[in-house]
């Protein structure tokens, strides 16, 4: 979730972010909206500093001065708690509003509604020629590297087993990443929580807006399709020292997707499934574009 003082300093960005990713989010609103919520909660403030101030001169008041100001403390208290119902409303609205400001899309994200739209950046190596290629499917089946059938009985749609020389490679695979990360990169390797609760979601941007592509569970927490929830959520609440930065994590999890949408539906093999396993590489730094640029 982006910092609301940011947004304030920063709104036709944020507008241009979110037209850029097309979703409707009504900035203007949430401008107006937070500029009311800081009103009321300064009004809030100043009732309670004067309800404390009260109560304290009961307690050295004489019992003449005493009833009066009984008096004068119970209709602080009812108005108070008007204050503070309303500042309440003000505050959910406020909150509903912030959720729906999405992250800032980087500056060199193509406009484009679709795929299609996508900018091929540049091309490593020289593309070979082949004569009646396979698919990966076809290439792990014929090697007995996996079976798609058997994991599909055992898990459903998109399920997938991975075996002898496939669940080598896998591992061979993550192995190489978690080295190239630790030994040149200098990041601190992490295995995170997939299941992770609802805040951490609203705090990376994932909800509301993705929340039909996750798997809920019955006490209202989130199967996270990403390591990078559980990652960003780990200083949670906390105020770091700039001078700790740059706080670079490469985290690994299990992840799950629903992938409710149209998109991938008729992907096959091991690309959009429903349960895989991926590393995130995570960098708390300055808000700084070149500074993300160049740590990463």
């Not at 990078?228 to 001078?243: G, I, P, Q």
Request: glycine fraction near 8%.
């Amino acid at each position: 979730m982006l910092d609301i003082k940011f947004i304030r300093e920063n709104a036709d960005l944020i507008s241009a972010g979110a037209k850029k990713k097309h979703l409707e989010v009504d900035i203007a609103k949430l401008l107006a909206i937070d500029e009311k919520r800081r009103a009321l909660l300064t009004e809030v403030e100043a009732m309670r500093a004067k309800q404390n101030e009260t109560n304290d001169a009961v307690v050295k008041a004489n019992p003449g001065e005493r009833v009066d100001l009984i008096a004068q403390m119970k209709r602080l208290k009812e108005n108070l708690q008007k204050k503070e119902k309303e500042f309440a409303g003000v505050d959910h609205e406020w909150q509903l509003l912030m959720v729906q400001v999405p992250n800032l899309p980087d500056l060199s994200v193509p406009e484009g509604a679709s795929d299609a739209d996508n900018v091929e950046v540049r091309v490593w190596g020289e593309k070979p020629v082949i004569a009646n290629p396979k698919s990966h499917t076809e290439l792990m089946q014929n090697l007995g590297m996996a079976d798609f059938e058997r994991g599909t009985k055992v898990s459903g749609f998109r399920g997938y087993v991975l075996k002898g020389d496939g669940a080598l490679l896998n591992y061979a695979v993550w192995n190489f990443v978690m080295d190239h990360f630790v030994k040149k990169g200098g990041f601190t390797p992490m295995l995170v929580p997939s299941l992770v609760k609802r805040v951490a979601f609203l705090g990376t941007g994932y909800l509301p807006q993705g929340e039909e592509d996750l798997y809920k569970t019955q006490d209202g927490d989130f199967l996270a399709g990403t390591a990078e929830v559980a990652t960003m959520a780990y200083h949670m609440n906390e105020v770091l020292d700039k001078k700790d930065f740059p706080l670079k994590f490469v985290s690994f999890s299990p992840c799950f997707r629903r992938e409710a949408g149209s998109h991938g539906k008729d992907t096959k093999g091991l690309m959009r499934v429903h349960e895989f396993f991926k590393f995130e590489q995570v960098v708390l730094c300055e808000a700084s574009h070149e500074e993300s640029v160049r740590l990463h």
